[in-house]
């Protein structure tokens, strides 16, 4: 299994970008994905993580109600909307997937190589 991260960039503050991570070697199908997210000097974090059919999702507080994760099975392909960016959302971004379902990182057993992700203020 192989994961693809692409669509980070350079924003300004209260700006929007969509990542998107595609798989390959597999089918999506019974994968649950997640995205997670490093800063400079501080360890990775969980930032939203859904179910292989979507149906459930969870979000770190920081990011509730500002970004969305999404799948699209047709595609292989997994999304992290991000709207209203901060400053404090800077870092590369880092897609998942797992067998199970979880939001710790020892859970996934495939990463994609990051994306990064820069916000002005």
């Known amino acids: 299994v192989q994961l693809q991260a692409s669509g980070g960039g350079l924003v300004q503050a209260g700006g929007s970008l969509r990542l998107s991570c595609a798989l390959s070697g597999r089918t999506i199908s019974g994968y649950n994905l997640a995205w997670f997210r490093q800063a400079p000097g501080k360890e990775r974090e969980f930032v939203a993580a859904c179910t292989w059919n979507g149906g459930r999702t969870r979000y770190a507080d920081s990011v509730k109600g500002r970004f969305t994760i999404s799948r699209n099975s047709a595609r292989d392909t997994v999304y992290l909307q991000m709207n209203s960016l901060k400053p404090d959302d800077a870092a590369v971004y880092y897609c998942?997937?797992?067998?199970?379902?979880?939001?710790?990182?020892?859970?996934?057993?495939?990463w994609g190589q990051g994306t990064q992700v820069t916000v002005s203020s």
């Open positions: 998942a997937a797992a067998a199970g379902y979880g939001t710790a990182l020892g859970d996934f057993d495939y």
